[in-house]
């Protein structure tokens, strides 16, 4: 399989998988949501680019999760985002013919948009090499 699709599932199955998050989110989305009321998480699309040896195949690949919440201040998002990025962290570093060899914080972005609408963007780095 594709580190792409490897590190997706992974991605999907840790933040679905964190009890303290899916309890304070209406679900984790792959994708942009359809019919989601907030606070609700979507992964974004994957970027990747080549990180091989002239051995080994390996993939650099930016990942990046948007909360999208509502209320009076972004406190509450900000929390969730911390969250989401605790759970990117704790992805196992054995995957199906991948081995992650660093996963590392890029920036996370709290941004406001109508009153009352709020959403945090956490992007991530994430390295593999094939095994």
């Known amino acids: 399989m594709s580190a792409e699709s490897v590190l997706q599932a992974a991605l999907l ?3 679905r998988g964190d009890a303290a998050l899916t ?23 994957l970027l990747s680019v080549d990180w091989g040896t002239k051995t080994v195949a390996g993939r ?12 009076d201040t972004g406190a509450a ?8 990025g605790a ?14 060899a ?11 948009g109508a009153p009352g609408v709020w959403a945090a963007v956490v992007e991530y780095r994430v390295r593999m090499m094939a095994v």
């Open 13 to 15: 199955a840790a933040l």
């Open 23 to 45: 309890a304070g989110l209406n679900g984790v989305f792959e994708g942009p949501a359809v019919k989601a009321s907030p606070p609700f998480a979507e992964l974004g699309e």
């Open 60 to 71: 650099e690949l930016r990942v990046a999760v948007t909360v999208r919440g509502a209320g």
């Open 77 to 84: 998002v900000a929390a969730l985002a911390g969250m989401v």
């Open 87 to 100: 759970a990117i962290e704790a992805v196992p570093r054995d995957l199906a013919g991948w081995r992650v």
């Open 102 to 112: 660093s996963v590392a914080l890029l920036r996370t972005r709290l941004l406001r």
